[in-house]
């Protein structure tokens, strides 16, 4: 019953205490479509366009936004939007908040500090009147999850455009090619592969593969011999 | 004088560190495998199911099952699964078509898991030890493997899971019942993307 009790404390306090949007504890991953720019690059898969995310959020009688996710609508959707409750504030008498956000080709002026990889998406969320992100800190602050074109690290990083030049947030990655910020501010947002960083190749992994089997195989024998040896003295 | 007499139904002790240490290269040889598709690569999944699932059986992990095991199960399942449902909600944006084989995959996946964290890496290291070390151990090691493939942020919640599933392992008697805990959460999740 203790450990009952301690594991079900421990799963409280981890969901209170996690990023918005952890990846739902584990089992093998989907895998994505290839990702769908707004104009592809020279050697880009055929696809479909890029879906724009949008949701209709409501809101109380202060205006306060409740709680909604915002999903392209990709396998494995090329931006979230998830919205705590209470982020955003719309004026009063307001019903609802329109949360959208639409792939748009990568424009001047551009990062100085890299390139962006993927759509950039503009982030925008509109009532009555205006939207204000109320927030005071991250946990009730938006994020935003975007699924980058490949896994390939070091991996990019989320950029905000401010007028002429784009701002770094801090960045989490929270799956394979996903990648987390929170978004205090609306408007165009990319991932951004910051320059002079090289990057892996993302193949198998032969030195790591290699040493794997050879430990697997001498801790299997060594199993197996200790087996052996306690069956014959029992 | 001659040696006592077996004792049917006494299993042998496993030594924990080799276990340990097999565990870990099984989680190498998986994110070496999958490369830059890690949790997203199928081939790389099976074969790590398929070490886990080997090494359980040359342990002699037993695959019992019971109506507790299964009322267990079920219980811890809804335990694991209703935060997340409270966190996330339920969005259904993947393909329908697509779930029976990735079930399939899922099940083979987490109940290889099961079968050697809460089976017999539990056994050997309550031998070893006791019961709570177990559980420690085996929460620890869950939480370790899914480190490489999705970040250190998910420590602290998969820690958390990890734990849950050592008290219905506790509870049930067996690891039949995390394994059905562990597999229906998995499963739900792909209604919670």
């Given amino acids: 019953m203790q450990w009952t009790l301690a594991g079900v404390a421990a799963l409280m306090l981890a969901w209170l205490l996690a990023p918005a949007a952890v990846p739902i504890y584990d089992g093998p991953g989907f895998a994505d479509e290839p990702y769908r720019y707004v104009h592809p690059p020279a050697g880009a898969k055929a696809t479909p366009p890029p879906t724009t995310a949008k949701r209709t959020l409501t809101v109380n009688a202060q205006g306060f936004s409740a709680a909604g996710y915002s999903n392209s609508a990709e396998q494995g959707p090329q931006i979230v939007l998830y919205v705590p409750s209470g982020a955003l504030q719309a004026p009063v008498g307001a019903k609802s908040i329109d949360v959208s956000e639409t792939p748009v080709a990568p424009s001047a002026p551009l990062p100085s500090d890299g ?6 998406y503009r982030v925008a969320a509109t009532s009555t009147g205006p939207v204000q992100v109320v927030g005071k800190d991250a946990a009730h602050q938006p994020t935003l999850q975007m699924r980058a074109p490949s896994a390939q690290q070091p991996g990019p990083v989320f950029e905000h455009r401010v007028g002429n030049r ?23 947002w990319a991932l951004v592969k910051v320059s002079s960083k090289s990057s892996s190749s993302g193949g198998v992994n032969a030195g790591l593969l290699a040493g794997g089997i050879a430990v697997l195989v001498i801790a299997g024998l060594i199993i197996a011999i200790r087996l052996v040896r306690s069956r014959r003295q029992a | 004088m001659s040696a006592p007499a077996p004792t049917a139904g006494i299993r042998p002790a496993v030594p924990v560190v080799p276990l340990l240490a097999a565990f870990a290269a099984a989680v190498a040889v998986r994110v070496a495998l999958a490369g830059v598709a890690g949790a997203s690569s199928p081939p790389a999944a099976i074969v790590f199911a398929a070490v886990l699932a080997a090494l359980a059986a040359l342990c002699g992990a037993r ?45 083979f996946v987490a109940g290889a898991e ?16 006791n019961v709570h070390a177990a ?27 990890g734990l849950v599933l050592g008290a219905a392992r506790l509870a049930a008697g067996t690891w039949t019942a995390p394994a059905i805990a562990h597999i229906s959460a998995d499963l739900a999740g792909w209604w919670l993307l």
Wanted: glycine share 6%; aromatic share 10%; charged share 10%.
């Fill in chain 2, 114 to 129: 099961e079968a050697f964290l809460r089976g017999a890496l539990f056994d050997a290291v309550q031998r070893r030890w």
């Fill in chain 1, 166 to 188: 784009w701002q770094q947030y801090p960045t989490i990655r929270v799956g394979q090619d996903i990648y987390q910020a929170t978004a205090p501010v609306f408007g165009d």
């Fill in chain 1, 115 to 120: 390139t962006i990889v993927g759509n950039v």
């Fill in chain 2, 63 to 107: 695959l019992t099952v019971s109506r507790r095991a299964a009322a267990v199960g079920v219980v811890t399942a809804v335990v694991i699964v209703v935060p997340a449902v409270a966190h996330a909600g339920v969005a259904m944006t993947l393909p329908v078509r697509a779930f029976p084989a990735w079930a399939v995959l899922t099940v």
């Fill in chain 2, 135 to 161: 559980v420690v151990v085996a929460a620890v090691a869950f939480a370790a493997l899914h480190v490489p493939l999705y970040g250190w942020h998910v420590l602290p919640l998969d820690l958390a899971v």
